[in-house]
Each structure stands twice: as structure tokens, then as C-alpha cells.
């Protein structure tokens, strides 16, 4: 059991890291993959092609968030599962859906981001 546990700060993805990360194709190819598999599953299809920075993705997904209904777009949420006191925040902001694209990209390249801590920790060089 002790060889699943990571410390909280390993948890964490903060600006520079987030950054960092999204320099690093293979880290971009995995949160592409990452954001096409949680956007299928509610049925949304996205067009990544030629997509290999940070404002692109973030655009790539507000555009499709911008036609989303209301019903899909909170079933996108919780799949993606943004934290409920993240998504309070943007809620009502003049910018909600620019805001929630990152909070999404965020969120699916913490994903990776832990997976690859795991993965690290599960199998040492």
C-alpha cells in the first residue's frame, strides 16, 4: 500500500510546472490523449491536429465549450472532476468559459502529471 502513496505536494502542479511540462511534446501528447478521452466520453469530439501549445489547447477547448449546452457542459465538469471551490470561483466571471478552459487544461495535464509521478514511484530506473 505505501508504494501508492505521494505526498501532497507531489499532488500539486503550479504555474512553472505547468508551464515546463507543456514544453515537453511527449507531456503534450499525453494531455491531448488525456482531454480526447474525458471530452468522449461525453460524446464531444475534438480536432488537436497541428495543436502543440499551451494558448492553442486552451483555445481548442474553449471552442468547444462555447457550444456546448448547459447539460453537457456540467456532465464535462464533472467527468473532468474540477474541484466544486475552483469552478465556484469562475462562476459568474465575464470570462467564465476562457477561465474554465484552463482550469480544464489544468486539470487533465495534472493528471498526467500525477500518473507520471506514479509511474515513476511504482517503477524506478
Keep these: 500500500m505505501e508504494q501508492f502513496l505521494i505526498s501532497q505536494k507531489q499532488m500539486e ?11 515537453k511534446s511527449d507531456f503534450v501528447t499525453d494531455t491531448i490523449m488525456q482531454i480526447e478521452k474525458d471530452f ?9 491536429q497541428g495543436i502543440h501549445d499551451r494558448n492553442s489547447i486552451e483555445d481548442c477547448i474553449l471552442n468547444a465549450l462555447k457550444i456546448l449546452p448547459n447539460d453537457k457542459l456540467q456532465q ?5 472532476d474540477i474541484p466544486e471551490n475552483e469552478f465556484l470561483k469562475i462562476v459568474g466571471n465575464q470570462f467564465f468559459l476562457v477561465a474554465l ?15 507520471r509521478a506514479l509511474s515513476a514511484k511504482n517503477n524506478p530506473s
Excluded: G, P, T
Aim: net charge positive.
Design 40 to 48: 468522449s466520453r461525453c460524446n464531444i469530439a475534438l480536432d488537436f
Design 76 to 80: 464535462l465538469i464533472y467527468i473532468i
Design 101 to 115: 478552459s484552463e482550469k480544464i487544461l489544468r486539470r487533465e495535464a495534472l493528471k498526467v502529471y500525477l500518473k
Design 13 to 23: 502542479m503550479n504555474d512553472i510546472q505547468l508551464n515546463e511540462s507543456l514544453q
